[in-house]
């Protein structure tokens, strides 16, 4: 097979995709971060002494995704319609285990920009858990699955195996985590920083046929409905966003969007 980023002389080149056609392309990629037991622990209560370790991570594995052409030599600048990156602390393994997920329609795939969202995240969990912890070991950083392209579609022979469902959070029996993801039209509704710890889960799955209606005011009736706890979105201090896009209330939802609520951010 020819190596499209080598011209006949074997020198590196940006392989040029202008007469490509654009199509919906996506990558999954994972990696994990081994510790110490201790450490993960204090990782998981939020007692470690640089603070939300989890939510700082996410936000520098996005902002990689983001940046990969400036890291990587030969990659193109995208403009991504959505990276997400999702969590699962494993005490079996002394673990975390990282997963970054990036779209858009375009004329080139985004493996690199996944691959380098999962390095980028593992690292910066390190850096936050470094002060209790320098023996962790970043291992098993692979592409799972592609799709879209004119070499079609990708998925690792193992993932099944390999892909536990994510579980996060205090929630119920009944609920839908990550990895059991609904066939139905939903979406996936996360909770961050102080949020997560008075609602006491990360994440839950809401269907389109609980909603009233397919906005951000409709989901939040939804999930009130669901649990009084959930009056708390209502407070109009807290934030909201959409595929890592603010949001406001009459901002519309689709099938398979990743909906956050957040308080409000300060600096310092």
């Not at 007692?47 to 990659?75: F, M, N, S, W, Y």
């Not at 119920?172 to 102080?194: D, I, N, Q, Y």
């Not at 909201?240 to 308080?263: H, S, Y």
Request: net charge negative.
């Amino acid at each position: 097979m020819q190596l499209t980023h080598l011209n006949s002389r074997g020198e590196a080149r940006m392989v040029d995709v202008a007469d490509k056609q654009e199509t919906r392309r996506e990558a999954v990629a994972s990696g994990r971060i081994v510790m110490q037991p201790a450490t993960l622990k204090q990782l998981s209560e939020g007692a470690l002494p640089k603070g939300d370790v989890l939510a700082t991570a996410r936000i520098a594995g996005i902002q990689a995704a983001k940046r990969t052409h400036e890291l990587i030599p030969l990659c193109h600048s995208l403009a991504l319609s959505k990276v997400a990156i999702e969590f699962d602390v494993d005490p079996d393994e002394s673990c975390v285990h990282v997963t970054a997920n990036c779209r858009l329609n375009g004329r080139t795939g985004v493996e690199m920009e996944a691959l380098t969202a999962v390095s980028v995240a593992c690292l910066t969990l390190y850096d936050m858990c470094k002060a209790v912890d320098k023996t962790m070991r970043i291992d098993a950083v692979q592409l799972d699955s592609k799709s879209g392209g004119q070499r079609g579609n990708y998925q690792r022979e193992e993932a099944p195996e390999t892909a536990t469902p994510i579980v996060t959070g205090q929630g119920t029996a009944g609920e839908v985590s990550l990895g059991g993801r609904c066939h139905s039209p939903c979406v996936l509704v996360k909770f961050l920083a102080e949020l997560r710890e008075q609602l006491g889960e990360n994440e839950r799955v809401v269907t389109f046929d609980q909603l009233e209606s397919r906005d951000i005011a409709g989901l939040k009736v939804a999930l009130a409905t669901q649990d009084e706890r959930f009056q708390l979105l209502q407070d109009q201090r807290t934030l909201c966003a959409i595929n890592q896009v603010m949001a406001n209330d009459d901002a519309r939802i689709t099938d398979d969007d990743e909906v956050a609520f957040f308080p409000p951010v300060t600096g310092g």
